[in-house]
């Protein structure tokens, strides 16, 4: 033992300039993720929606059921479409119990369901020690989770269920690797994570047993001894036959026959499915990539043959590939005959994205592990054009987000204004019947958007809900005034674009006053108006349009911005007598002056 005197040599890391450049990189490369992460957040709250949207209004039959007899499991277990929802039935409930039914949790699960998922590859990337070019890797895989590009899963509330299906699997499978890697010696807890995961999955969508079978797959490819294939699909056969007790087929789908009868077409779809993230750019282009990702994989899954690979991170990988193409397989059966266009749905980015992270990952693994430095170099290739692909699209998908927003905003405004617009409420869903009985229920609880402060305003007259500004504090016009399609003029749209002066910024609400004072309806700012800024120098955001939904007012109708300290100010005025017009471009020049008269008592 060392006396006080003679203390024992203490190893301490060696900080040379290539491991501080290793650092550097990695610590570069991990800002990808934190970037893309960012901007999809900021894009799904600046168009957050709290308005049930298609799938949801079922939720909020359930609320309704809940109020009445309480939570049953019978409720949770109830098949939706062909998937059993249990779990992210929970969590869509409980936006209702815990917050109203604003969305804000839904939104907030997908967003930390995706964390975990990108937290996996950081996980995996740490085997074997955290290189830069492992971090890369981990670091693009993570950034992809996060793109734009699937925005229908990232601001609709109701697709927890899909983020948490791929999420909650790619786990189970790499939990279950950590559990055979020594096989035949298997380590119990590990595969009791594994399976408990298998059953989140399988319970939060239809294609979640899958993930069972991939397990099996990884181990006979890997050529584990036989009992680890066996735990795998005994739990998959358990899991499965769980889901089909009450089961049943859902017959809007395409039958699995026509996917036999054309095993081209079926081929194609898979491939488009997989090949999500070139979608963009047509369906011939997401067909070549998707194959080549079929291509790749099949080369994956050699590689872990002809190693006899014990890495659990390359043998999840390769599971989580196989998962995502067998999903998509399973996607095929039932929706083939909606076309290929379907298969480039952005809800599908997010498989896409795991497959092509899966292997962009396993393939950095794979370089890092050779002796030669050209396999880690020419990784850098492929690495770079998916987070170019990622980065450069981010942009462009904010006006996709908007066009969304736009779309069922509208939706929105009708069911608070209370306006007989069919059209518009069929943006929210097929039969307009089911948000209009609904809405009532939201109204009388004070749910979704009936919480908002907007929710009650409609039929008091405007000066009792809000002060009035002075005209000069915004500045904005009234472009279009038309009857709603096929309303038979029971219900009307306004259109047209808001500045607020005081707070220099685009007008996020605003209401429309009937000539008696009353708010006969309601309106969203935020429609793209690239024409604004281009005639009116202090308007520096393209996004100022509005539209508005209302019932028929008396003798006249006046728009009201909401302005950001919550006072109402008058920015034009139509006579019930005008003789509609579409589209609501701006006159030539700047817009016309406001209107003398003050607004309605």
């Known amino acids: 033992m060392a006396t006080l005197n003679e203390r024992e040599p203490i190893d301490r890391p060696r900080w ?25 957040l900021i894009a799904v709250l600046s168009t957050h929606q709290s308005v049930p ?23 949770l277990w109830r098949q939706h479409n062909e998937h059993r929802i249990l779990f992210p039935r929970i969590i869509l409930l409980g936006d209702y119990v815990l917050t109203g039914g604003s969305n804000y949790l839904n939104t907030a699960a997908i967003f930390a369901i995706q964390a975990m998922g990108a937290l996996l590859f950081l996980v995996m990337a740490r085997e074997g020690g955290v290189t830069p070019l492992k971090a890369c890797a981990a670091a693009v895989a993570a950034a992809g989770l996060f793109s734009l590009l699937q925005w229908e899963n990232l601001v609709w509330g109701f697709q927890v ?52 079978a991939a397990m099996a797959a990884v181990a006979v490819i890997a050529r584990l001894p036989l009992r680890a294939a066996a735990v795998a699909l005994a739990a998959t056969v358990a899991t499965t036959g769980l889901y089909l007790h009450g089961f049943h087929l859902v017959a809007s789908h395409s039958p699995p026959s026509l996917a036999l009868a054309d095993p081209l077409a079926f081929a194609s779809y898979v491939a488009v499915y997989l090949g999500g ?21 099949a080369i994956m899954a050699a590689t872990v043959c002809i190693q006899r690979s014990r890495s659990p991170a390359q043998l999840a990988l390769l599971g989580v590939a196989l998962f995502v193409m067998a999903s998509a397989g399973v996607t095929a059966l039932g929706r083939l005959s909606f076309g290929l266009e379907q298969a480039l749905a952005s809800r599908y980015v997010t498989p896409s994205a795991w497959f092509w992270a899966a292997q962009l990952m ?34 462009p998908m904010f006006g996709v987000v908007g066009l969304w927003r736009g779309q069922v905003a509208l939706g929105a405004e009708t069911l608070l204004s209370g306006a007989a617009d069919d059209e518009a409420l069929t943006r929210l869903f097929p ?56 309303a038979s003029g029971a219900a009307w749209r306004g259109a047209g674009w808001a500045w607020d002066a005081v707070a220099d910024q685009r007008v996020k609400e ?28 202090q308007v520096d955001n393209p996004n100022v349009g509005w539209t508005a939904s209302a019932r028929p007012p ?48």
Not at 277 to 297: D, E, P, R
Not at 523 to 537: E, H, I, K, L, T
């Open 431 to 486: 039969d307009p019947a089911t948000p209009r009985e609904l809405a009532a229920f939201l109204r009388e609880h004070r749910l979704s958007i009936f919480a908002e402060p907007r929710g009650r305003w409609t039929g008091r007259p405007l000066r009792q809900v809000l002060k009035v500004a002075p005209r000069t504090e915004c500045t904005g016009a009234f472009d279009a005034w038309t009857p709603a399609p096929g």
């Open 161 to 212: 269920q899909f983020v948490g299906v791929y999420c909650c699997a790619a786990w189970a499978i790499y939990a279950f690797c950590l559990g055979v890697r020594d096989a035949p010696v298997l380590h119990w807890p590990r595969l009791g994570l594994a399976f408990a995961l298998l059953a989140v999955a399988s319970f939060s969508m239809a294609n979640g047993v899958l993930a069972g």
């Open 362 to 395: 396993f393939w950095a693994l794979q370089a890092q592990s050779r002796a030669q430095w050209w396999p880690r170099l020419a990784m850098l290739v492929p690495l770079g054009l998916a987070a170019h692909q990622i980065v450069v699209l981010q942009g």
């Open 554 to 601: 008396k003798i006249s109708v006046t728009a009201y911005a909401i302005l950001r300290d919550g006072r109402a100010c008058e920015i034009g005025g139509k006579p019930v007598t005008t003789v509609p017009r579409s589209g609501g471009a701006l006159p030539a020049g700047a817009p016309g002056p406001a209107p003398a008269a003050p607004g309605p008592a």
């Open 277 to 297: 993230w070139c979608g963009l750019w047509g369906v011939q282009q997401a067909m070549i990539l998707g194959f080549a990702g079929m291509a790749g994989m």
């Open 16 to 40: 040379g300039a290539a491991h501080l450049l290793g650092l550097a990189v990695a610590g570069v490369a991990l800002l990808l993720p934190a970037y893309v992460a960012a901007t999809s």
């Open 510 to 537: 605003l209401v429309l006053v009937g000539g008696d004072g009353r708010i006969v309806g309601v309106g969203a700012g935020g429609d793209n108006r690239p024409d604004v800024p281009q005639v009116v120098p």
């Open 53 to 75: 949207y298609m799938d949801q209004w079922a939720t909020v039959n359930e609320y309704r059921a809940l109020l009445d007899h309480g939570l049953r499991f019978e409720d």
